[in-house]
């Protein structure tokens, strides 16, 4: 079966543009998690959903980011009015739950540049 | 709030030799603890689960621990090859650790 995908593979956008990121989970996984990479620093949690709810946003870095699920899947992660310091590798990774045994599967990411 | 932490940061061995690259954490209640694999400019790649009621967990050449009492968890690679290298990363679903990036020269 297909693992974590994500799709645009590299985006380059303008300063002040907006930017969707999506992700689409292993099929069956209702645990999905985004994270922000920089540039040789560790992984930065952003959000993660359970189903379509989020029970935890606490890691989205200002109320430019915003994300949603739908149909227990698909995730989109938007950014809007990019700055120059949110370029980084956006992470995607899912699990079968959001329970504490449940190992989690990782995308390729998609690296932002903004310019 | 649980914080992970890498230790060492690099490293550098020679093709053959073992190797044991550290993961402590701040919180001993945990639930479970993974071991990734990162190559540059891609996603990470799973290794080993270690759940919190197991002390270790073992695949191929890896072989990964858990003691929670101490907050540390490390990750054991025998007989290292050129293509072990990469960063290794730890984590807890929501924390993770910096890394360790490994080069192993032939």
């Known amino acids: 079966g297909a693992g974590v995908s994500q799709s645009p593979s590299n985006k380059v956008t303008e300063k002040g543009k907006d930017v969707e990121l999506r992700c689409d989970p292993i099929?069956?996984?209702?645990?999905l998690y985004w994270y922000r990479q920089r540039l040789g620093q560790g992984l930065e949690f952003l959000i993660y959903?359970?189903?379509?709810?989020?029970?935890?946003k606490s890691g989205l870095p200002s109320d430019r980011f915003s994300a949603e699920r739908t149909g227990e899947s698909v995730s989109t992660l938007t950014i809007q009015r990019t700055q120059q310091e949110d370029s980084a590798v956006y992470l995607c990774a899912s699990s079968k739950s959001s329970g504490r045994y449940n190992e989690q599967f990782f995308g390729p990411g998609t690296r932002l540049t903004v310019l | 709030k649980q914080e992970v932490t890498q230790i060492p940061a690099a490293l550098s061995v020679p093709e053959g030799e073992n190797l044991v690259l550290n993961c402590s954490f701040t919180d001993s209640a945990i639930y479970n603890l993974q071991w990734f694999r990162q190559d540059p400019g891609k996603g990470l790649t799973s290794l080993l689960l270690i759940q919190s009621s197991q002390r270790e967990q073992t695949s191929g050449r890896l072989n990964a621990s858990l003691d929670k009492s101490s907050g540390r968890s490390t990750l054991y690679i025998a007989a290292s090859q050129p293509g072990d290298s990469a960063t290794y990363l730890c984590?807890?679903?929501?924390?993770f650790g910096g890394g360790t990036r490994l080069m192993v020269k032939p």
């Open positions: 099929s069956g996984h209702t645990a």
């Open positions: 959903f359970q189903g379509n709810s989020a029970p935890d």
């Open positions: 984590g807890n679903m929501l924390t």
